[in-house]
């Protein structure tokens, strides 16, 4: 059975930093592309990152709003991805999903900034 | 960015039909490739890909669900609406980065 589950999350103040982790099981990680996505509270999707598997020298990609503040990483030993978040704003309050080339969603973590 | 545009909500009668349409900014389609996706989401869960590409059924999901379209205009369509069908719906197209999302069709019962 394929599973994949965040953690990380949590209340963070603005301007700090924070990592969430998708943890993996049930297929063979290094094969795939992962990408993170976020839904604000009340909103819609909104695409944050993607990263390539080996065979694509690892590319990565990210949404405009979070260009040079994300980092999308992973870890092929561990079949677990990362997103690094730093300067961190209240505009990133939301619940952030890693997905399996879209095709399998992990149930979410719920990331608030706040004071 | 490739921006795709939905109706905010739509009511149906259980037993009934329901289209669902999505309309990009510009085309999505690659020769023949319509790089089209629709998921589904319930509140308080993730979204689950229900149709890939258009038209192709994604793994586990009902026949009762099908997609069509192509270039600009696309449309899912719900033949007939069961109670466990009321949820968001959402396009999304990867024809250009960033892959963007519409912003939800809600499904509610009339």
């Known amino acids: 059975e394929v599973k994949l589950e965040e953690s990380g999350g949590g209340l963070v103040q603005p301007g700090m930093s924070v990592k969430l982790s998708c943890t993996t099981s049930?297929?063979?990680?290094?094969?795939?592309?992962m990408e993170w996505v976020r839904q604000a509270p009340g909103k819609g999707l909104e695409w944050v990152a993607e990263i390539r598997n080996k065979a694509n020298n690892y590319a990565t990609y990210y949404g405009k709003s979070v260009k040079g503040r994300f980092t999308i990483s992973r870890d092929d030993s561990k079949s677990i991805v990362y997103l690094q978040m730093n300067s961190i704003r209240s505009e990133d309050t939301g619940i952030y999903y890693c997905t399996l080339s879209w095709e399998l969603w992990g149930q979410g973590v719920m990331v608030t900034v706040s004071s | 960015d490739i921006v795709l545009t939905q109706s905010p909500a739509l009511a149906v009668s259980l037993g009934q039909r329901a289209t669902i349409s999505c309309r990009a900014s510009q085309s999505v389609s690659i020769s023949r490739y319509n790089l089209m996706h629709w998921y589904q989401q319930k509140p308080g869960q993730q979204p689950k890909l229900l149709i890939y590409r258009a038209s192709n059924l994604a793994s586990g999901i009902p026949a009762r669900f099908s997609g069509s379209g192509s270039g600009t205009d696309f449309t899912l369509t719900i033949n007939p609406v069961q109670a466990d069908d009321i949820a968001t719906y959402y396009c999304?197209?990867?024809?250009?980065?960033?892959?963007?999302f519409g912003a939800g069709t809600k499904l509610e019962l009339k």
């Open positions: 999304q197209q990867s024809r250009e980065s960033p892959d963007t």
């Open positions: 049930g297929f063979t990680f290094s094969d795939y592309w």
